[in-house]
């Protein structure tokens, strides 16, 4: 089994939020594009040696060492729990110009101006509307005039989606991964991030496979899968819970996707 100084490693299987019980099983990816999507995001934000990288709950740090592989000025990464953050530090180097701070998403403490680039991924969607937009108001705020925000989060689809339909997908998901889940449309989250004064550089859609045998292949390595599949058989409560989230993401597989959207502020 994987450390059990994960965050959440001390909650009962059955109340554990769903990112951190396949964390605890040995899933190393959480993000719902996988890490094909996560590579288109980093590759149209075009970051560089001048760059100076926020990103928000890094979690388990693999897209932080990602963006350090591209040799940026500065990383930091804002976690809201200091037991998390803890945890993410000790996955990356230790180097002075990569720091890991304790902060929420929408008031990080940082000085306006102090990134080139935000980025989040799989955090929007368990937040509230209003929520959404005060995170996303605060990776204005830490922009630079011509600086990137880059977001991969779930998406509803279709855009035109009746609203109790959604209302029953997200009371699904939030029962599933026992986090309030509360995803988007694709012109949703074009709009979330307009409506704070970001101009939409890019947008694409991946499907949502987070749990489907190729995608854990794809994301762990081979490897990486059979240890999860090993961790799953020796742990029946786990089994369980993961088997639920399963059953929920194939029950709506036509109305959810990956999304990724690049966005660029004056």
Same mark, same amino acid.
């Given at each position: 089994?994987?450390?059990?100084?994960?965050?959440?490693?001390?909650?009962?299987?059955?109340?554990?939020?769903?990112?951190?019980?396949?964390?605890?099983?040995?899933?190393?990816?959480?993000?719902? #594009?996988?890490?094909?999507?996560?590579?288109?995001?980093?590759? #149209?934000?075009?970051?560089?040696?001048?760059?100076?990288?926020?990103?928000?709950?890094?979690?388990?740090?693999?897209?932080?060492?990602?963006?350090?592989?591209?040799?940026?000025?500065?990383?930091?990464?804002?976690?809201?729990?200091?037991?998390?953050?803890?945890?993410?530090?000790?996955?990356?180097?230790?180097? #002075?110009?990569?720091?890991?701070?304790?902060?929420?998403?929408?008031?990080?403490?940082?000085?306006?101006?102090?990134?080139?680039?935000?980025?989040?991924?799989?955090?929007?969607?368990?937040?509230?509307?209003?929520?959404?937009?005060?995170? !996303?108001?605060? !990776?204005?705020?830490?922009?630079?005039?011509?600086?990137?925000?880059?977001?991969?989060?779930?998406?509803?689809?279709?855009?035109?989606? +009746?609203?109790?339909?959604?209302?029953?997908?997200?009371?699904?998901?939030?029962?599933?991964?026992?986090?309030?889940?509360? +995803?988007?449309?694709?012109?949703?989250?074009?709009?979330?991030?307009?409506?704070?004064?970001?101009?939409?550089? !890019?947008?694409?859609?991946?499907?949502?496979?987070?749990?489907?045998?190729?995608?854990?292949?794809?994301?762990?390595?081979?490897?990486?899968?059979?240890?999860?599949?090993?961790?799953?058989?020796?742990?029946?409560?786990?089994?369980?819970?993961?088997?639920?989230?399963?059953?929920?993401?194939?029950?709506?597989?036509?109305?959810?996707?990956?999304?990724?959207?690049?966005?660029?502020?004056?």
């Amino acid at each position: 089994m994987p450390p059990v100084d994960l965050p959440g490693s001390d909650l009962d299987v059955a109340k554990m939020p769903g990112h951190w019980l396949l964390a605890r099983l040995g899933k190393r990816v959480l993000r719902p #594009g996988g890490l094909g999507l996560t590579r288109a995001l980093l590759h #149209g934000l075009v970051i560089g040696i001048e760059d100076d990288v926020v990103e928000f709950a890094p979690g388990l740090g693999v897209t932080a060492r990602m963006i350090l592989e591209r040799g940026p000025r500065r990383y930091v990464g804002v976690e809201r729990d200091a037991q998390a953050a803890a945890w993410t530090s000790r996955q990356l180097p230790a180097k #002075g110009h990569v720091s890991v701070v304790v902060g929420t998403a929408d008031q990080t403490t940082l000085p306006a101006g102090f990134a080139s680039v935000v980025i989040g991924e799989a955090m929007l969607s368990m937040h509230t509307q209003e929520q959404k937009r005060r995170i !996303a108001a605060e !990776a204005f705020r830490l922009l630079r005039s011509g600086g990137r925000y880059g977001i991969h989060e779930l998406a509803v689809i279709p855009d035109d989606m +009746p609203f109790g339909q959604r209302q029953q997908i997200d009371r699904a998901l939030s029962g599933a991964i026992h986090v309030g889940a509360r +995803p988007l449309s694709g012109d949703g989250w074009r709009g979330l991030l307009e409506s704070v004064g970001f101009q939409i550089v !890019a947008v694409e859609f991946a499907p949502m496979h987070l749990l489907r045998p190729r995608r854990l292949v794809q994301d762990e390595g081979l490897v990486g899968a059979l240890r999860l599949a090993k961790n799953l058989l020796l742990d029946r409560a786990a089994r369980r819970r993961v088997l639920a989230m399963r059953r929920v993401f194939e029950q709506h597989r036509a109305n959810l996707a990956a999304i990724r959207v690049i966005a660029r502020k004056p």
